[in-house]
Antibody
Framework: QVQLVESGGGVVQPGGSLRLSCAAS????????MHWVRQAPGKGLEWVAF????????YYADSVKGRFTISRDNSKNTLYLQMNSLRAEDTAVYYC????????WGQGTLVTVSS | DIVMTQTPLSLSVTPGQPASISCKSS???????????LYWYLQKPGQSPQLLIY???SRFSGVPDRFSGSGSGTDFTLKISRVEAEDVGVYYC??????????FGQGTKVEIK
């Protein structure tokens, strides 16, 4: 069965960096595009970034453009999100999700940006 | 960017009764390929979101047939024919045509009376 397991969340100071990982299993990871989506405490869902199956194209929400970088290692079945210049408003649970229409989601990892 | 507007934002339903959620997009979600890229998700309390409906009306694997989706163009509806206790949570619609960004509705919280 499809499994997506996020890791790498934690508490970081404003201006700091963090790298999230999403380990995928149960499907051919290298054949599917992948997303990052976040949810601030008590709020709705916000799309963050998408990467095509081969890493050839990447798209970002305006709110993170220039600060976050999505990448993948198909040999390791792993998706990444490098987050730099973090702000308080980046505090959220971050989910990875499979394919263009988010058919499977991980359990999420909490990122807290606070001094 | 496409704006997705859901109504109502909250809903209290008696078990066994129907429920309906509306989702309106600021632009048509009909693609030139003939498909309409509108999706519905449910986020149960303490869980990650799960896909319920894709392309307006197709139920995802394992989704009970009491869930149905309908609509076209800019107006869409998710219906639950007979609400059960396990259906509580927040429902989101999402558009997948005018990309990026992928955009979600604000969410509709469904609770049991």
């Amino acid at each position: 069965q499809v499994q997506l397991v996020e890791s790498g969340g934690g508490v970081v100071q404003p201006g700091g960096s963090l790298r999230l990982s999403c380990a995928a299993s149960g499907f051919t990871f290298s054949s599917y595009g992948m997303h990052w989506v976040r949810q601030a405490p008590g709020k709705g869902l916000e799309w963050v970034a998408f990467i095509r199956y081969d890493g050839s194209n990447k798209y970002y929400a305006d709110s993170v453009k220039g600060r976050f970088t999505i990448s993948r290692d198909n040999s390791k079945n792993t998706l990444y999100l490098q987050m730099n210049s973090l702000r308080a408003e980046d505090t959220a649970v971050y989910y990875c999700a499979k394919t263009g229409y988010f058919d499977y989601w991980g359990q999420g990892t909490l990122v807290t940006v606070s001094s | 960017d496409i704006v997705m507007t859901q109504t109502p934002l909250s809903l209290s339903v008696t078990p066994g009764q129907p429920a309906s959620i509306s989702c309106k997009s600021s632009q048509s979600l009909l693609h030139s390929d003939g498909k309409t890229y509108l999706y519905w998700y449910l986020q149960k309390p303490g869980q990650s979101p799960q896909l319920l409906i894709y392309e307006v009306s197709s139920r995802f694997s394992g989704v009970p047939d009491r869930f149905s989706g309908s609509g076209s163009g800019t107006d869409f509806t998710l219906k639950i024919s007979r609400v059960e206790a396990e259906d509580v949570g927040v429902y989101y619609c999402m558009q997948g045509i005018h990309l990026p960004p992928w955009t979600f509705g604000q969410g509709t919280k469904v609770e049991i009376k």
